[in-house]
């Protein structure tokens, strides 16, 4: 997993924005996730967080 990417449920974006910012001091890069789990529960993550250049690879649709 690239560093500071997290996945994170909907209750958990705030927390997951905290965390990214403070380990990678970027602005994350958001998308909707699948088939992933949260990094802070049991549940399925709705978004992940990454930095554009972990994302570079995936298909950006926002830009
Ligand atoms: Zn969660």
Same mark, same amino acid.
Request: hydrophobic fraction near 25%.
């Given at each position: 997993m690239p560093k500071g990417?997290? $996945?994170?449920?909907?209750?958990?974006?705030? %927390?997951?924005?905290? &965390?990214?910012?403070l380990e990678t001091e970027?602005f994350p890069y958001m998308?909707?996730?699948?088939?992933?789990? +949260?990094? $802070? +529960? %049991?549940?399925?993550?709705? $978004? /992940?967080?990454?930095?554009? &250049?972990?994302?570079? &690879? /995936?298909?950006?649709?926002?830009?």
């Open positions: 990417t997290k $996945y994170c449920c909907e209750e958990h974006v705030d %927390m997951a924005f905290d &965390d990214f910012l970027t998308e909707k996730s699948s088939n992933q789990q +949260c990094s $802070y +529960c %049991m549940k399925p993550a709705k $978004y /992940v967080l990454a930095t554009e &250049d972990s994302s570079r &690879d /995936v298909n950006i649709k926002n830009h």
